[in-house]
């Protein structure tokens, strides 16, 4: 059993999903959207697409395999190809193995033949390391020393501010008295 996944007709226009139709049209794309990439952001283009009903002047029909049948179809399901390369993050890695949170993932990378002495392995991604808590907890105490930082500076302003008002207050009061005096 085969799923239609798109396709192209004889003048190489694609198959476009939703277009109910064996013909082409004309239709405006933005961003998003199948059959089109934007060029410049904001950009959108008229374009031919096909509609997504199979006709005769179809050149290519993209199929996928859903289901098989008892008997094999040659060039296709008979020959088992291995996958060239394996998981490179380390929950995949995990995954593909069935390991547990405390396994070592580093033992279990898949690893590729060039020739007799080299060997290839992928860097693993999202691998939680000591050096990586570490950084982590240094980042986070960096965040709280500043902060502690900020909370006594503003202390100390507001401290500062205090005094400034107390002494204008002062300073006033003297004016003021200076005048009555001055007056009698």
Partial sequence: VFRIGGGNDKQGFPMKQGILCNHRVRLLFKKGMSCYRERRSGCRKRKSVRGCVV???LAVLHLVLVKKGAEEIPGLTDD????RLGPKRASNIRKLFGLEKKDDVRQFVVRRELNEKKKKAPKIQRLITP???QR???FKALTRKRMEAGKQ???DYMKRVAEYRQEQKEARAAEV???KKEKK
């Avoid at 088992?80 to 996958?83: H, S």
């Fill in 177 to 179: 008295a200076k005048k």
């Fill in 153 to 155: 500076m503003k202390a």
């Fill in 136 to 138: 982590k907890r240094y």
């Fill in 131 to 133: 050096s990586l808590l």
């Fill in 80 to 83: 088992n190809k291995p996958r």
């Fill in 55 to 57: 006709g005769p002047d």
